[in-house]
């Protein structure tokens, strides 16, 4: 279980991009969720130790994180939101190199390794070819595999399936969730459905804080009668977003169907939505950016 208790971390230029975090993530897949520029790169590169919170604390099991960053290490797994590999090297060589640099000295071990990892990521096929030809989604499962040596307990990946096309994007998060609930899985993503897809557990991070936590069924069960919708035309979504609090708009048959929040029926012609979670997510940044407003005013 990785365990963050009230982590803030505060750049040179006074951005609070962490504020009082505190989050328990149980071994499964757990979904971390929030617009770009939430946060989520920052706590993710904190975790995986890469940088010290200004203050806080974070444990893994019986590993203090802060005070035993190598420790953690050794049972790390980490795909970055972007990550830098020898172009000109192949697939099969890399995994090689990264396995010595994680400890892997047996150059039997070594072997069985990459190849499980190689086939486990349906690389093998193109182990020999360079990584600079591979496509988006190709990059990303060896990305994964990286990630995979050493049979790490915990495994970070940072918006994971951005750019990739829907065929790559399935084929990736199959993969991830193959890896099994034996281990603890971050996945740090500001698309909705990667969550709904693979997540039991998740999280909405926005402005530095932790806003919702649960399970998304439940979250989505406590959304309900809170959010309604209407279709309205296009040149009417100026309108009513003065008069309603629009969290979110799509388009329909050249008209647009809006959403919006509110504890009790606003009329007007509106329905209630039975939501997913992608309304959960727009209502909870909705809320989060009263907070702000209502200081200021």
Not at 72 to 86: A, C, H, M, W
Not at 171 to 182: H, M, S, T, V
Not at 229 to 243: F, G, N
Request: with cysteine.
């Amino acid at each position: 279980m990785l365990q963050l208790n009230n982590v803030t971390h505060v750049y040179g230029n006074g951005t609070r991009a962490l504020d009082d975090v505190t989050l328990t993530v149980p071994k499964g897949m757990f979904g971390l969720l929030g617009p770009n520029g939430a946060g989520k790169s920052t706590l993710m590169r904190t975790v995986a130790t890469l940088q010290t919170p200004t203050s806080g604390s974070i444990s893994f099991g019986s590993i203090d994180v802060l005070k035993e960053p190598e420790q953690l290490r050794k049972t790390l797994g980490y795909l970055p939101q972007d990550f830098g590999v020898y172009p000109r090297v192949s697939a099969y060589d890399m995994l090689d190199h990264m396995a010595v640099l994680k400890g892997v000295a047996s150059a039997r071990e070594r072997k069985e390794t990459v190849e499980t990892l190689l086939n486990q990521t349906n690389l093998w096929n193109v182990r020999k070819k360079a990584i600079a030809g591979f496509s988006g989604g190709m990059r990303q499962r060896f990305g994964i595999a990286q990630a995979l040596i050493g049979n790490p307990e915990l495994i970070i990946v940072d918006e994971p399936t951005a750019g990739l096309d829907p065929e790559e994007r399935n084929r990736f998060l199959n993969l991830l969730a193959e890896i099994g609930d034996q281990v603890v899985i971050i996945l740090s993503t500001h698309i909705v459905d990667d969550v709904a897809d693979l997540c039991p557990r998740m999280a909405v991070l926005a402005g530095g804080k932790i806003q919702l936590e649960g399970a998304p069924l439940d979250l989505i069960t406590r959304s309900r009668g809170t959010v309604w919708a209407k279709t309205i035309e296009r040149d009417q979504l100026a309108e009513y977003s003065t008069r309603f609090e629009v969290i979110s708009t799509r388009l329909f048959a050249g008209k647009t169907i809006i959403h919006v929040l509110a504890d009790n029926d606003p009329g007007n012609g509106f329905d209630a939505v039975d939501g997913g979670l992608e309304d959960v997510y727009f209502s909870t940044l909705a809320r989060s950016r009263r907070a702000p407003a209502a200081q200021a005013a």
